[in-house]
């Protein structure tokens, strides 16, 4: 295999001395784009995250047109609950939906485990087909969602700004939670194995709805899986989790098998810092709403978050996805910066 021509992202994983931190921005393949748009007008979402080519076409789309230091896969949170035997719609404009969501102790013994990365073997591979047409340049980063956000989706069927019957399947029936947060667990880590096999150097994992929980909670129903993720993926690939939200987490998840931890932009650089105790590496955590501001004030706000996190053993990017609204030219204003980036 090919040494990369850029691997900042690694040596920053590794803690490794840098010149400048590495940059990419979560959800850069897709929606503001408008070389995805015209994609998004021919072929359905999960045609798109299903056709390997189109995946791998549309996660290089972001690599020239705005520049930045690794590439992440195409594809979605949600293809493990299908995979498990849920169905999932995804309709534009108003985001994902489970007509059966998750009630009882049977729904869960239906879920399917097996052979879960035979019916996923298209993001393996679309993954193998962006590694080759990459071709050396930049680290691919792999992802899946986290088993208590994957959780909230099975019990909740839709998003929500509270996930209260997520939460109420919790606190009320326990036994069941774990149960179905132990099966999601194997899977994805079944799943993100098969995924460094077919050519991911990075795993990312999103707890996106992790914080709608309170401390105590979220040591119960996210910490665990998390750490167990970690562990099982050990020696094979480098894992940033995400738990977006979880500030209160940043110390206990700084000593787990993790490589890095994403930020929200919640939590200043200094306090992420002091509760890690500068042992992992961090990423994030730029207001995407930020993106919005002009091109001179992005990147005056980019300098600043830099200069507080320090340029070691830290990954430029935003604290949440890229929204659809962003002009392209402002992302590129947002990677220039950190690439211009002087102490």
């Not at 059966?100 to 193998?128: F, G, H, P, R």
């Not at 799943?191 to 096999?197: A, F, G, N, P, S």
């Not at 890095?260 to 810092?273: E, F, H, I, K, N």
Request: charged residues 20%.
């Amino acid at each position: 295999m090919k040494p990369l021509q850029n691997d900042l992202l690694l040596k920053a994983l590794r803690r490794e001395k840098v010149s400048r931190p590495p940059v990419w921005m979560m959800r850069q393949a897709g929606r503001y784009l408008p070389d995805y748009i015209k994609l998004r007008e021919k072929y359905d979402f999960f045609t798109r995250v299903q056709t390997p080519e189109l995946a791998a076409e549309i996660t290089m789309q972001p690599i020239d047109q705005v520049g930045v230091d690794a590439a992440i896969i195409f594809s979605d949170i949600l293809v493990i609950p299908q995979a498990m035997g849920l169905e999932v719609l995804m309709e534009e404009g108003k985001g994902p939906s489970l007509p059966k969501v998750i009630k009882t102790q049977q729904d869960i013994d239906t879920l399917i485990t097996d052979a879960v990365e035979e019916k996923l073997n298209y993001v393996s591979k679309a993954l193998t087909l962006t590694r080759e047409q990459l071709n050396g340049r930049l680290p691919l980063i792999g992802f899946a969602g986290a088993p208590f956000t994957i959780l909230c989706y099975m019990i909740e069927g839709k998003g929500s700004k509270t996930w209260d019957k997520a939460k109420q399947f919790c606190f009320t029936q326990p036994n069941l939670a774990h149960q179905l947060l132990q099966k999601i667990t194997i899977t994805t880590i079944n799943y993100l194995k098969e995924q460094v096999k077919a050519g991911a150097d990075v795993l990312q994992v999103f707890d996106s709805w992790s914080g709608c929980l309170g401390p105590g909670d979220f040591k119960l129903y996210a910490q665990p899986y998390l750490i167990q993720i970690a562990d099982a993926l050990k020696g094979l690939a480098p894992v940033i989790l995400f738990p977006k939200g979880s500030w209160y987490a940043l110390k206990d998840l700084s000593e787990s098998s993790a490589s890095g931890l994403g930020l929200d932009w919640c939590v200043s650089p200094q306090m992420a810092r002091e509760l890690t105790g500068n042992k992992i590496a961090l990423q994030g955590n730029f207001d995407p709403a930020k993106l919005l501001s002009t091109v001179p004030e992005i990147k005056k706000a980019v300098k600043e978050m830099i200069d507080a996190f320090g340029v070691q053993g830290y990954i430029a990017n935003l604290g949440h996805g890229i929204t659809p609204n962003v002009p392209v030219e402002n992302a590129k204003a947002f990677v220039e910066a950190v690439k211009e980036y002087k102490v």
